[in-house]
C-alpha cells in the first residue's frame, strides 16, 4: 500500500472519528483528542500535529466551526461544533467506511482475525 | 529557554514555528489553540506522575517538525488549495515569460529582423539585439506577476528566467545527439550555445526582473510575547 494511499485512509478515519464526537457534542483540540484516545483504547491516535491541520481543514470545508468559550476550569478554549454541512456529511461518510470495511472483510476476513 | 515549572506555552510555539523562509505568520488564535493544548497535555502528563522537564519533554514530543506542522496549517486555513498557490505564483508567471519571449522572437524573424553575426574565432555566433533588447521586459513580467501573488524572492527568480531555462533543457537534452554525432567538439558548441542562447538572455531576463526582486514581502511582525 502506497504511502498516499495509507495517508487518505487515516484523514478519512480521522474525519469519521471527529464528526462522530462532535455530532454528540461540542469539544475543544485537547478533548478531542484525548475522548478519540479514550474510547478506541488507543487504537487511534491523535497528536496536536495530526490534529489540528485536520481541524482547520473541515472547518474551511464547513463541516465544523469554532467559538473561544470558556471551559470548566474557566480557561478559554476553542470549542467545534458539527454544522448542519458537516451532520450531512457523516452519514454517507459512515457508509464509506461500512463498504471499506466489509470488502476488506470479504478479502481478508478482518473482522474475525 | 521556557521556564521548567510554569513554560510560556505561547512563546514556545511561536518560536518553534518561526521560519525565516515563511512570509506568513500564523495568527495569534491559532497559536493561542496550540499553546492551549500543549498546556493541558504538559498538565496531565504531569498528573500521571511526571516531572515537571519530563512532562514539558513529552509534551515537545506531540509535536515532529514544528515548520511541517506551521505549513500544514497554513494550508488548511488558506482559502485556496496548495496547487494554485504554486499555480499562481510560479507555473503563471513563468508561462507570462516564456510566451512573451517566445512571440516577441516569432515577431522579430516574421518582420524580417536578421540575427547580428559575431564571430568569435571558432565559432559564429548570432544574437537577435532587439530581441535581447525586450528580453527585460519579459524578465520584469515573470517576477512582477510571481510578487503579486506572493511568490518567493527563488520563485520570482525562476519565473523570470523561464524562457532561458526552457532553452537550456533543450541544450541539455539534444547535447548527447550532439556528442554522438560530432564528438567531443560539440562540447565547444555547447559552451558556446548556453552562452548565446541561455547566459546573456539570462541576464538581460533578470536585468528585467530586478526591480520586483528588491522588495521582498517581508515577514509580517511577529507579536511580542505575552
Redesign the interface.
Known sequence: MTKRIRSKIARGSGELAILSLLAEQPL???EI??QIGERTGGALKF???S????L??ME?RGWVEGHWQANSAG????YYRLTPGGRKQLAPLKEEWRTFFQALDTLAGVSHA | MPDWNRPDWKKIVRERMASPNSPLILKE??I???A???E??CE?AQSCGLDASAALERTLQ????WH??AA??R???S?EDPMNARTKTLWLPALASLLGASLAMTLLQRVGVRPRLVWTGQVEMAFYVPWLALLPLFGASGAYLSRRAGGTVRTRVTASLAPVLWLLLLCILTEPLELASRGFSSLLYFGYGLAQYVAIPGIALLLGALPFLRESRAPERQPRTT
Do not use: M
Request: glycine share 2%; proline share 2%.
Open positions: 475543544y483540540g485537547f483528542s484525548k497528536t496536536l500535529a490534529l489540528y491541520p485536520l482547520y481543514d474551511k480557561r478559554d478554549r476553542r | 488564535e491559532v493561542a489553540e496550540l492551549a493544548h500543549l493541558e497535555t496531565e506531540e509535536v515532529n517538525d511541517v506542522l500544514k496549517i494550508r488548511a486555513k482559502k
